[in-house]
């Protein structure tokens, strides 16, 4: 029988000393999860408004280019932290959440999310502002992001009901 | 028994809430928008606080960016209202004696009137501190505790399903 190195990964993980910390501690998880949704607030409404600055809402007036680099520091900072708090709850049950289809589906959404929306956001940053023309693609590209990290939310509270 | 609990429980034992409270898939996808739709409100409301702060989009009048981006964060509001009166009805028995929930309400209340003591004041003048670096300690004050009220509004509303006595 071939072992599935991520499941081995996993059972690994909550015998390392954050596993059983996060496991065992009564308050850890609720903290940690109480960063993810504050760095959410944060990470989200910078998300938004880098999308919105995509369909001419929000922010304008302002070149593209200064919205994407301006709130650069917002996304990519909050994204870490999503991760980072999310990881961390991740320890309390590390093999529990291996065999939870709503997390795989999260994770898989997140990378696809990070990959299509820091292309965008970066590419458009590096961008000069005479150059810059409101296009349908910017447009397009806008709107797949925003289905993208609302269902990376989604599956994210359906980690709980399945 | 006060007032409050007797319309607290009166409105527990309606139709309409305990139908949201002991469906399926009611009650999780009202929390679902309200939980996601944090960002819209409060996401918005931080850009702008961190404007104020001097922190980002310097180079752009205070003014401007708050013609900008509070329409959105309205909208934001509206749709946290909505379903957090929805949520509030379902639970309402429960919440009454839920500290997390009181706390909750409490902080709202401020997290109004901090912005209106805000703009009704300092940011009536806000043409002369529009751009620069030079933010009134006023204008700052309001941002920090604007920062601070919202995340406590987001940790109270977490801590309610934590202290929820059955």
């Known amino acids: 029988m071939r072992t599935n190195s991520l499941l081995v990964f996993c059972r690994w993980l909550a015998t390392t000393h954050l596993g059983i910390a996060m496991r065992d501690s009564t308050w850890a998880f609720a903290i940690v999860e ?6 959410l607030a944060v990470f989200g409404g910078a998300i938004l408004l880098v999308d919105l600055r995509f369909f001419n ?9 200064r919205v994407a680099r301006e709130l650069l520091p917002l996304t990519v900072g909050g994204g870490v932290a999503m991760f980072v ?10 093999v529990r959440y291996y065999y939870n289809p709503a997390f795989r589906l999260k994770l898989i959404l997140f990378a696809v999310a990070v990959a299509f929306h820091f292309t965008l956001q970066i590419l458009t940053a590096r961008g000069r502002p005479e150059r810059e023309h409101s296009s349908a693609w910017l447009r397009i590209g806008a709107a797949v992001s925003l289905v993208l990290w609302l269902s990376v939310g989604v599956a994210g509270r359906a980690i709980g009901y399945v | 028994m006060p007032v409050a609990l007797e319309i607290c429980r009166w409105i527990y034992a309606t139709r309409f809430s305990t139908a949201i409270r002991e469906s399926v898939w009611l009650f999780p996808i009202i929390e679902s928008i309200h939980v996601l739709s944090i960002t819209v409100l409060a996401g918005t409301i931080a850009v702008f606080d961190l404007r104020l702060l001097g922190v980002l989009m310097k180079r752009d009048p205070v003014s401007t960016i708050a013609r900008q981006v509070l329409p959105w964060t309205w909208a934001g509001f509206v749709v946290m209202l909505v379903t957090g009166t929805l949520l509030s009805i379902a639970e309402a028995a429960t919440n009454y004696y839920n500290p997390a929930f009181r706390i909750k309400l409490i902080l709202l209340v401020l997290a109004g009137l901090n912005p209106l003591i805000f703009h009704t004041s300092i940011f009536r003048r806000v043409e002369s501190w529009d751009v620069g670096t030079a933010i009134p300690i006023r204008a700052r004050a309001a941002a920090v505790i604007s920062l601070g009220l919202w995340s406590g509004i987001i940790v109270a509303g977490r801590m309610i399903a934590y202290l929820e006595k059955p």
């Open chain 1, 57 to 65: 809402l929000g922010f304008r007036t302002q070149p593209i280019s």
């Open chain 1, 34 to 39: 109480i960063g993810h949704l504050l760095a």
């Open chain 1, 85 to 94: 708090s999310g990881f961390l709850m991740m320890t309390n049950g590390p």
